[in-house]
């Protein structure tokens, strides 16, 4: 037997004990999630949070939200409330006895008002006492202002070497303000050193779009809680923007469904479970298309992957709606009942909860996981949506109609796979089944995992797939082409998508199945790679393609498989050797660097007129190669910019294409799928449209 050379010993003078928030700096993504774009916008998140706990225990009605740099340009964000305002008075036991509450609050781990359920805040966004701590965290400069009895009151924290959230003396007293007037403010210099995008470049700062999005948002769970945005950085508008809803969530699926047809004016349905303390709010919609959107919320905080409040709200509607169609004669008698998935299809919901001592996968609170709020969810939802569906004849036969056409489309489809692998069983295509066009790698995802692992390269056309195979290693590297325009699932049926050559060719390949049977451990791949021209049409196709994964397979999305090949726009020579620029800036970046550089650059040709060497060396040799790893941050915003982009409205795109100066001056176009937000005042939000409150009779 080996032994471990003495060099490796391990003693007590290997253990390190951290102070709380070193250990933030040191592990960040178990705070905040990710240190990308995402965490470096929950650490704003965090703050707006504390606002809206404020809001929902009833104090306050409005929350500040201002992006500012100081002298030398680095981003920061001013955020203030009306609420009470942090307490002031000193803590009297304890080992911070002494401090300030206020200090404690936002400078000590698991320190916090939201702990206890007879405490100051019955249901809210906090559970571990972390939150606004993380910012102070990774913060260069962290200041808090409080108002309160008429006094102002203001502490600073500064990141010293590498301790962080240092406080520069005690909370004090700075001015004076009127009686009434109270609530918190807080301004924040984040660490950027922290954060970087895909490309392991830092972070230049927030973006404006993401944080509209997640005001408008929040306004919809919040009726009569007003937001304001103002971007006073340099050379951006300053105008305020506002946003307040009256209705909620019923103006949330209003919005969504002004960039699809809907069958029927939204539904609302509300209720309550006093012995759980629970509050429900549901607004759901149908349009004609197969998309689906729904959204959780709970205590006011956006829930992106679902959880119990989810199953539960779309438990009740299956159930409600198959009762209508059953009892009404909307189904056939042999016809058996539509699934979940068929009543999904087309389907706009947005479920809204409120309890205390909510339960989440992760400090994320990516998932609520409180089991009870499944029961009570179901409950109040099935209940109110039965009424409604016996009071709204008419629109109830719409939206009946429409999900057993779903599920007559999708058992066609069914039909249709189903010929398809007896048809492969006959044929005997290579591979097990695959497809003809398939290029397959030799390794499972298994067998290459010491070697980076698996990865499929989807690219345009026969003429770039010859190419491909060529410049690939065909140990780890598989090639599907594609030939023409991938079909828009956006407004495609189940059966147009079973029945379309090129996606049914891709969805074979992958093997983890589509839709409720997709299953992300089944992927034959580590990676799916999309390569395309670097022009408008190659674009065209990657954002079909993209559109296509997160319909059909958004798990292996969240699951970060998807990725997109940047190759590059540009060429040069330097000292007689070629090299490769991504984009324009990689250029301008490059003549900054080099302003006596002479050589011509060169136009890079699509992908099937570059030869296999010049194709591997940049853009499918992994050790040379740009990768954009797919995420998504914000899904609301994701759902409705493919909605504009390619849903049935052309009115939609127009709007969207007048937006675009002013989206791409944000940055918000710096991923090409998910940064991208509508930016319009929604000030005048609650005069648009109907109400239909579950609790209506039919007009």
């Given at each position: 037997?080996?032994?471990?050379?003495?060099?490796?010993?391990?003693?007590?003078?290997?253990?390190?004990?951290?102070?709380?928030?070193?250990?933030?700096?040191?592990?960040?993504?178990?705070?905040?999630?990710?240190?990308?774009?995402?965490?470096?916008?929950?650490?704003?998140?965090?703050?707006?949070?504390?606002?809206?706990?404020?809001?929902?225990?009833?104090?306050?009605?409005?929350?500040?939200?201002?992006?500012?740099?100081?002298?030398?340009?680095?981003?920061?964000?001013?955020?203030?409330?009306?609420?009470?305002?942090?307490?002031?008075?000193?803590?009297?036991?304890?080992?911070?006895?002494?401090?300030?509450?206020?200090?404690?609050?936002?400078?000590?781990?698991?320190?916090?008002?939201?702990?206890?359920?007879?405490?100051?805040?019955?249901?809210?966004?906090?559970?571990?006492?972390?939150?606004?701590?993380?910012?102070?965290?990774?913060?260069?400069?962290?200041?808090?202002?409080?108002?309160?009895?008429?006094?102002?009151?203001?502490?600073?924290?500064?990141?010293?070497?590498?301790?962080?959230?240092?406080?520069?003396?005690?909370?004090?007293?700075?001015?004076?303000?009127?009686?009434?007037?109270?609530?918190?403010?807080?301004?924040?210099?984040?660490?950027?050193?922290?954060?970087?995008?895909?490309?392991?470049?830092?972070?230049?700062?927030?973006?404006?779009?993401?944080?509209?999005?997640?005001?408008?948002?929040?306004?919809?769970?919040?009726?009569?809680?007003?937001?304001?945005?103002?971007?006073?950085?340099?050379?951006?508008?300053?105008?305020?923007?506002?946003?307040?809803?009256?209705?909620?969530?019923?103006?949330?699926?209003?919005?969504?469904?002004?960039?699809?047809?809907?069958?029927?004016?939204?539904?609302?349905?509300?209720?309550?479970?006093?012995?759980?303390?629970?509050?429900?709010?549901?607004?759901?919609?149908?349009?004609?298309?197969?998309?689906?959107?729904?959204?959780?919320?709970?205590?006011?905080?956006?829930?992106?992957?679902?959880?119990?409040?989810?199953?539960?709200?779309?438990?009740?509607?299956?159930?409600?709606?198959?009762r209508y169609a059953r009892d009404r004669g909307v189904l056939k008698e042999k016809e058996d009942n539509p699934t979940g998935a068929d009543v999904r299809s087309g389907i706009v919901a947005c479920v809204s909860l409120r309890l205390p001592n909510p339960a989440y996968d992760s400090q994320a609170k990516t998932t609520l996981t409180t089991p009870t709020a499944s029961g009570v969810v179901e409950s109040i939802v099935y209940e109110a949506l039965t009424k409604w569906l016996d009071e709204n004849p008419s629109r109830a036969k719409r939206i009946a109609d429409k999900v057993v056409a779903a599920m007559r489309d999708r058992r066609k489809s069914d039909e249709v796979r189903a010929a398809d692998k007896a048809l492969a069983r006959k044929t005997g295509l290579r591979s097990a089944g695959m497809p003809d066009k398939l290029y397959d790698c030799r390794l499972t995802p298994g067998q290459a995992e010491n070697v980076g692992g698996t990865e499929l390269l989807i690219?345009?056309?026969?003429?770039?797939?010859?190419?491909?195979?060529?410049?690939?290693?065909?140990?780890?590297?598989?090639?599907?082409?594609?030939?023409?325009?991938?079909?828009?699932?956006?407004?495609?049926?189940?059966?147009?998508?079973?029945?379309?050559?090129?996606?049914?060719?891709?969805?074979?390949?992958?093997?983890?199945?589509?839709?409720?049977?997709?299953?992300?451990?089944?992927?034959?791949?580590?990676?799916?790679?999309?390569?395309?021209?670097?022009?408008?049409?190659?674009?065209?196709?990657?954002?079909?393609?993209?559109?296509?994964?997160?319909?059909?397979?958004?798990?292996?999305?969240?699951?970060?498989?998807?990725?997109?090949?940047?190759?590059?726009?540009?060429?040069?020579?330097?000292?007689?050797?070629?090299?490769?620029?991504?984009?324009?800036?990689?250029?301008?970046?490059?003549?900054?660097?080099?302003?006596?550089?002479?050589?011509?650059?060169?136009?890079?040709?699509?992908?099937?007129?570059?030869?296999?060497?010049?194709?591997?060396?940049?853009?499918?040799?992994?050790?040379?190669?740009?990768?954009?790893?797919?995420?998504?941050?914000?899904?609301?915003?994701?759902?409705?910019?493919?909605?504009?982009?390619?849903?049935?409205?052309?009115?939609?795109?127009?709007?969207?294409?007048?937006?675009?100066?002013?989206?791409?001056?944000?940055?918000?176009?710096?991923?090409?799928?998910?940064?991208?937000?509508?930016?319009?005042?929604?000030?005048?939000?609650?005069?648009?449209?109907?109400?239909?409150?579950?609790?209506?009779?039919?007009?």
């Amino acid at each position: 037997m080996s032994r471990a050379p003495k060099s490796l010993s391990y003693d007590a003078d290997d253990i390190q004990v951290l102070d709380g928030l070193e250990h933030v700096r040191l592990r960040p993504g178990m705070y905040i999630g990710s240190t990308g774009s995402a965490g470096l916008h929950h650490l704003l998140w965090e703050v707006i949070d504390n606002g809206v706990d404020e809001f929902m225990a009833g104090y306050g009605d409005r929350i500040d939200v201002t992006l500012i740099e100081d002298d030398r340009g680095a981003p920061g964000v001013v955020v203030r409330d009306n609420g009470r305002g942090l307490p002031i008075d000193p803590m009297t036991s304890g080992p911070h006895k002494g401090k300030s509450a206020a200090e404690v609050i936002v400078s000590v781990l698991n320190s916090g008002g939201k702990f206890a359920d007879d405490g100051a805040y019955k249901t809210s966004g906090g559970l571990h006492g972390i939150g606004i701590k993380a910012t102070n965290a990774l913060s260069t400069a962290f200041d808090v202002e409080v108002r309160r009895g008429g006094k102002v009151w203001a502490q600073s924290f500064r990141l010293r070497g590498d301790q962080p959230a240092v406080p520069e003396g005690k909370l004090a007293v700075v001015g004076t303000c009127k009686a009434g007037d109270t609530g918190t403010q807080i301004t924040f210099f984040p660490d950027l050193s922290i954060f970087v995008d895909d490309h392991g470049e830092h972070l230049t700062g927030f973006k404006a779009s993401t944080i509209v999005e997640r005001l408008e948002n929040t306004s919809y769970v919040n009726p009569g809680l007003s937001l304001v945005f103002t971007d006073r950085r340099q050379g951006r508008d300053h105008t305020p923007q506002t946003f307040v809803s009256q209705r909620g969530i019923v103006d949330l699926v209003t919005k969504i469904g002004e960039s699809r047809e809907l069958v029927a004016p939204p539904i609302s349905i509300t209720g309550a479970n006093e012995e759980a303390g629970m509050q429900v709010d549901v607004a759901l919609a149908w349009s004609g298309s197969a998309t689906e959107t729904v959204v959780g919320f709970s205590n006011s905080i956006t829930n992106s992957g679902g959880g119990k409040h989810v199953e539960g709200m779309l438990k009740a509607t299956t159930r409600a709606v198959n009762r209508y169609a059953r009892d009404r004669g909307v189904l056939k008698e042999k016809e058996d009942n539509p699934t979940g998935a068929d009543v999904r299809s087309g389907i706009v919901a947005c479920v809204s909860l409120r309890l205390p001592n909510p339960a989440y996968d992760s400090q994320a609170k990516t998932t609520l996981t409180t089991p009870t709020a499944s029961g009570v969810v179901e409950s109040i939802v099935y209940e109110a949506l039965t009424k409604w569906l016996d009071e709204n004849p008419s629109r109830a036969k719409r939206i009946a109609d429409k999900v057993v056409a779903a599920m007559r489309d999708r058992r066609k489809s069914d039909e249709v796979r189903a010929a398809d692998k007896a048809l492969a069983r006959k044929t005997g295509l290579r591979s097990a089944g695959m497809p003809d066009k398939l290029y397959d790698c030799r390794l499972t995802p298994g067998q290459a995992e010491n070697v980076g692992g698996t990865e499929l390269l989807i690219v345009e056309g026969d003429s770039a797939g010859g190419t491909a195979v060529s410049a690939r290693n065909p140990e780890t590297q598989a090639v599907l082409p594609l030939r023409g325009k991938v079909l828009n699932v956006e407004t495609a049926n189940a059966l147009k998508v079973a029945k379309n050559d090129a996606l049914a060719s891709l969805i074979t390949t992958l093997g983890c199945g589509r839709g409720v049977d997709c299953d992300v451990d089944k992927l034959r791949y580590s990676r799916i790679v999309v390569l395309t021209d670097a022009d408008v049409d190659g674009a065209h196709i990657t954002v079909l393609l993209l559109n296509f994964f997160w319909r059909q397979m958004p798990e292996i999305v969240s699951a970060g498989r998807v990725f997109i090949a940047q190759p590059p726009l540009y060429s040069t020579i330097v000292r007689n050797e070629k090299i490769y620029l991504r984009d324009d800036a990689a250029k301008d970046a490059f003549l900054a660097a080099n302003p006596n550089h002479k050589a011509p650059f060169g136009r890079m040709k699509g992908l099937g007129e570059m030869d296999s060497a010049e194709l591997r060396n940049t853009t499918v040799d992994p050790t040379k190669r740009n990768l954009l790893q797919v995420g998504v941050e914000d899904v609301l915003r994701l759902d409705r910019l493919f909605a504009r982009l390619l849903g049935s409205k052309a009115s939609e795109r127009r709007a969207w294409l007048a937006e675009g100066g002013a989206l791409v001056a944000d940055g918000a176009a710096s991923n090409g799928v998910d940064d991208t937000a509508d930016t319009a005042d929604t000030s005048d939000a609650a005069d648009t449209g109907d109400t239909n409150d579950a609790r209506d009779s039919e007009d």
